[in-house]
């Protein structure tokens, strides 16, 4: 089992910036991939950007030069700086884990993005 607790959410401005954290517990050991979903009312979950051990990233086009992943692999922790915010990035940001053995998806439990002015 994995526990992933998300952090940094909250109310922004368009055009500020915001950071999320991502740290995993549990059985750790199996995690090769972390990332960053997020799902706005009425729209389907959609993935912003993951990162894996070896630390190769992917980034959904619409986040491209705006968002940033990172992590830390020995701690299991995952990272994303968001700029340029935009009214239309509000929605509930979702931290994932995918492990090996078993194979599987973690997630977390959500953490709100507001941009509004």
Do not use: H
């Amino acid at each position: 089992q994995v526990q992933l607790v998300e952090s940094g959410g909250g109310l922004v401005q368009p055009g500020g910036s915001l950071r999320l954290s991502c740290e995993a517990s549990g059985s750790i050991f199996s995690i090769y991939a972390m990332g960053w979903y997020r799902q706005a009312p009425g729209k389907q979950r959609e993935l912003v950007a993951g990162i894996t051990s070896g630390g190769s990233s992917t980034y959904a086009d619409s986040m491209k030069g705006r968002f940033t992943i990172s992590g830390d692999n020995a701690k299991k922790a995952v990272y994303l700086v968001m700029n340029s915010l935009k009214q239309e990035d509000s929605a509930v940001y979702y931290c994932t884990a995918d492990t090996e053995s078993p194979p599987y998806s973690y997630w977390g439990q959500g953490t709100q993005v507001t941009v509004s002015s």
